[in-house]
């Protein structure tokens, strides 16, 4: 039973141009959701999150949007450079004792010159 | 200095071989955690343990074994190995049971088990 869900695996973007990076989820418990990058023979690395009684949260060129009714987020990285090229994981989150992480299958992003 | 480390990045072993892979974390965090990226790309936790106790075991065969000998340190022993147990195994902590939304997880760099 995949909780979060990543539809697209892979997407290819011209450099400069806008990003956008979906993420779907089903349970309605979750009380954060983060966004991971993740380059080859690496471990993820935190990007940016965001709360569930926010819309929207932004970091520099990252951005992450919320919609609740939807169970939907979306990342979005404008400009979008040659060094985003990584696969992108969203992940969300439980508080409380024995909470963990759960994670979509990914994105691959590709960003061309 | 790195933050999480796993050894080894790695490891091709025969079927029923028994292996074990190392991870040791160095920011002081009190919780550590396995998880397994399997053929599919699916980041699946299987276990993850509080300052040496073990607080979540994911339907994970007992083939698998976590050992934490302090809240550095969380090993993975697996046994008889099955050419299913080929994936990536990723090690990650976090400063407390409940992971903050503004970090999350430190991962480590992840072992690369391959069963033949």
């Known amino acids: 039973d995949q909780q979060v869900k990543q539809n697209s695996p892979s997407l290819s973007v011209q450099e400069g141009r806008i990003s956008i990076l979906n993420c779907d989820y089903t349970n309605s418990m979750f009380d954060y959701f983060l966004w991971y990058k993740k380059y080859p023979a690496e471990g993820p690395t935190f990007l940016i999150s965001i709360s569930s009684i926010k819309d929207k949260n932004e970091d520099g060129r990252f951005t992450v949007f919320l919609n609740k009714s939807a169970k939907h987020l979306s990342l979005h990285i404008v400009p979008s450079q040659p060094g985003d090229s990584a696969v992108y994981f969203c992940a969300a989150l439980i508080t409380g004792t024995a909470s963990k992480l759960t994670f979509g299958t990914g994105t691959r992003l590709q960003v061309t010159l | ?116």
């Open chain 2, 1 to 116: 200095d790195t933050a999480v480390s796993q050894t080894p990045k790695y490891l091709v072993t025969q079927m029923g071989n028994d292996k074990s892979i190392k991870c040791e974390q160095n920011l002081g965090h009190d919780t550590m955690y396995w998880y397994k990226q399997d053929s599919k790309k699916f980041l699946k936790i299987m276990f993850s343990y509080n300052n040496k106790e073990l607080i979540i075991n994911e339907t994970v065969p007992n083939r698998f074994s976590p050992k934490s000998p302090d809240k550095a340190h969380l090993n993975l022993h697996i046994n008889s190995l099955e050419l299913g147990d080929s994936a990536v195994y990723f090690c990650a902590s976090s400063q407390a049971i409940t992971p903050s939304p503004a970090r999350g997880y430190t991962f480590g760099s992840g072992t690369r088990l391959t069963v033949v």
